[in-house]
T-cell receptor, first 110, second 114 residues
Framework: GQNIDQPTEMTATEGAIVQINCTYQ??????LFWYQQHAGEAPTFLSY????GLEEKGRFSSFLSRSKGYSYLLLKELQMKDSASYLC???????????FGRGTSLIVHP | DAGVIQSPRHEVTEMGQEVTLRCKPI?????LFWYRQTMMRGLELLIY????????DSGMPEDRFSAKMPNASFSTLKIQPSEPRDSAVYFC????????????FGPGTRLLVL
């Protein structure tokens, strides 16, 4: 099985930087996804990491360390619209079907 | 493409009634997933299909739940009989067969069983 752990809730100030961590334990790791989910909406894809290192995509970056079973999502220049739940999902085994963490609810305040 | 389409968007029913949720995946996608999301349990995978064939239904809570995919463009999730604890948001998602490709989620069906 898999164990995925992320903080339940975080708060940050508009314009600041926030880092959302995700740790996982799995066998046959084959990739890690981050999704954003606004209240009442479906999850939408943010990033995919399969190799160690940092992937930057505009204001959002995602980091992976396979040896440590660790990833983080970095959000820069926070905006109010970034208030959402951020889901870490880990793929493993031959199926490449990701298992989702419980999500981190990010609240951005003025 | 219109994306993944789900219907109905909202469903309110009484305990004991049959509920049928519908999904149309993105054309050309080989995989279709049904998820359930609640505050208590987060996003749970119920079942997924590959080329219309059910591959893993270990997440289906019990025999009251069943899912079918009669063709590449349509799937149903049925709950019979429904119970209040089935109240949740049910998402359908689809993806291609490339591992690095993301799943694309439909807008979800909000189910309330009274």
């Amino acid at each position: 099985g898999q164990n995925i752990d992320q903080p339940t809730e975080m708060t940050a100030t508009e314009g600041a930087i926030v880092q959302i961590n995700c740790t996982y334990q799995t066998s046959g790791f084959n990739g890690l996804f981050w999704y954003q989910q606004h209240a009442g909406e479906a999850p939408t894809f943010l990033s995919y990491n399969v190799l160690d290192g940092l992937e930057e995509k505009g204001r959002f970056s995602s980091f992976l360390s396979r040896s440590k079973g660790y990833s983080y999502l970095l959000l820069k220049e926070l905006q109010m619209k970034d208030s959402a739940s951020y889901l870490c999902a880990v793929g493993s085994g031959g199926s490449y079907i990701p298992t989702f963490g419980r999500g981190t609810s990010l609240i951005v305040h003025p | 493409d219109a994306g993944v389409i789900q219907s109905p968007r909202h469903e309110v029913t009484e305990m004991g009634q049959e509920v049928t949720l519908r999904c149309k995946p993105i054309s050309g996608h080989d995989y279709l997933f049904w998820y359930r999301q609640t505050m208590m349990r987060g996003l749970e995978l119920l079942i997924y299909f590959n080329n219309n064939v059910p591959i893993d239904d270990s997440g289906m809570p019990e025999d009251r739940f069943s899912a079918k995919m009669p063709n590449a463009s349509f799937s149903t999730l049925k709950i019979q009989p429904s119970e209040p604890r089935d109240s949740a948001v049910y998402f359908c998602a689809s993806k291609s067969d490339r591992p690095q490709e993301t799943q694309y989620f439909g807008p979800g069906t909000r189910l309330l069983v009274l």
